[in-house]
């Protein structure tokens, strides 16, 4: 089974409807990531968090709002969605230094998700 | 933005020669790492380097950091078809922990 998953793996919706893309992991990580990835412009960070309890935004927050329920879930949601918010999303779990410190890993990533919004 | 930038954006090569790219970043880092991602896949870390470090080997990847010009470069060796995707560096930038993916480079390698 895969290590981080992410449902659904392609959504298409409409300008204005709410959406969540959910990712689970069973890496036993501490940290997980949210990304978008655009033609062109590589992956930018929407939201990151280092334990269940720590929620920081990323180059690209605007519009997205984060949750993290449990120490292997961590949801994306789309409060209303726009037709510029059609990317390729990623999660991502990381682990904590070995001797503690705020360096950022090995990221393992999900497969994706494809979201198109008309 | 805080994106790195990539170099070059496309390089075509044929199976057996030797790839490099290159990777330009902006502000102080703790590490940089380089990742592959196949056509419209999740990415695979590489390797890790880290801003004390000035060179790494992993099998047949080379990775060369220098701080003081802010940039790096992934060398593959002796390439296969099988080498073909995306390759992309990220760096953990300070302050902050900002996390930043540069614009990658698409590397296809002729059976």
């Given at each position: 089974d895969a290590d981080v998953t992410q449902t659904p793996r392609n959504r298409i919706t409409k300008t204005g409807k709410r959406i969540m893309l959910e990712c689970s992991q069973t890496k036993g990580h501490d940290r997980m990531y949210w990304y978008r990835q655009d033609p062109g412009l590589g992956?930018?960070?929407?939201?990151?968090?280092?334990?269940?309890?720590?929620?920081?935004?990323?180059?690209?927050?605007?519009?997205?709002?984060?949750?993290?329920?449990?120490?292997?879930?961590f949801s994306l949601s789309l409060e209303s969605?726009?037709?510029?918010?059609?990317?390729?999303y990623f999660c991502a779990t990381s682990a904590k230094p070995a001797f503690g410190g705020w360096e950022?890993?090995?990221?393992?990533?999900?497969?994706g998700t494809r979201l198109t919004v008309l | 933005s805080q994106q790195g930038e990539e170099d070059p954006q496309a390089l075509s090569i044929q199976e057996g020669e030797n790839a490099t790219m290159n990777c330009s970043y902006k502000t102080s880092i703790n590490n940089l790492q380089?990742?592959?991602?196949?056509?419209?896949?999740?990415?695979?870390?590489?390797?890790?380097?880290r801003s004390n470090e000035r060179e790494k080997h992993s099998g047949r990847l080379r990775v060369t950091l220098d701080t003081s010009k802010k940039s790096s470069?992934?060398?593959?060796?002796?390439?296969?078809?099988?080498?073909?995707?995306?390759y992309f560096c990220a760096t953990d930038e300070l302050p902050g922990n900002q996390f930043y993916f540069g614009t990658g480079t698409s590397l296809t390698v002729i059976p």
């Amino acid at each position: 089974d895969a290590d981080v998953t992410q449902t659904p793996r392609n959504r298409i919706t409409k300008t204005g409807k709410r959406i969540m893309l959910e990712c689970s992991q069973t890496k036993g990580h501490d940290r997980m990531y949210w990304y978008r990835q655009d033609p062109g412009l590589g992956l930018r960070l929407i939201y990151y968090s280092f334990d269940v309890k720590d929620i920081n935004k990323g180059e690209i927050s605007d519009g997205y709002s984060v949750s993290r329920q449990a120490q292997a879930k961590f949801s994306l949601s789309l409060e209303s969605a726009i037709p510029n918010q059609t990317a390729l999303y990623f999660c991502a779990t990381s682990a904590k230094p070995a001797f503690g410190g705020w360096e950022v890993n090995e990221q393992f990533f999900g497969p994706g998700t494809r979201l198109t919004v008309l | 933005s805080q994106q790195g930038e990539e170099d070059p954006q496309a390089l075509s090569i044929q199976e057996g020669e030797n790839a490099t790219m290159n990777c330009s970043y902006k502000t102080s880092i703790n590490n940089l790492q380089w990742y592959r991602q196949n056509s419209g896949r999740g990415l695979v870390h590489l390797i890790l380097i880290r801003s004390n470090e000035r060179e790494k080997h992993s099998g047949r990847l080379r990775v060369t950091l220098d701080t003081s010009k802010k940039s790096s470069s992934l060398l593959i060796t002796a390439s296969r078809a099988a080498d073909t995707a995306s390759y992309f560096c990220a760096t953990d930038e300070l302050p902050g922990n900002q996390f930043y993916f540069g614009t990658g480079t698409s590397l296809t390698v002729i059976p």
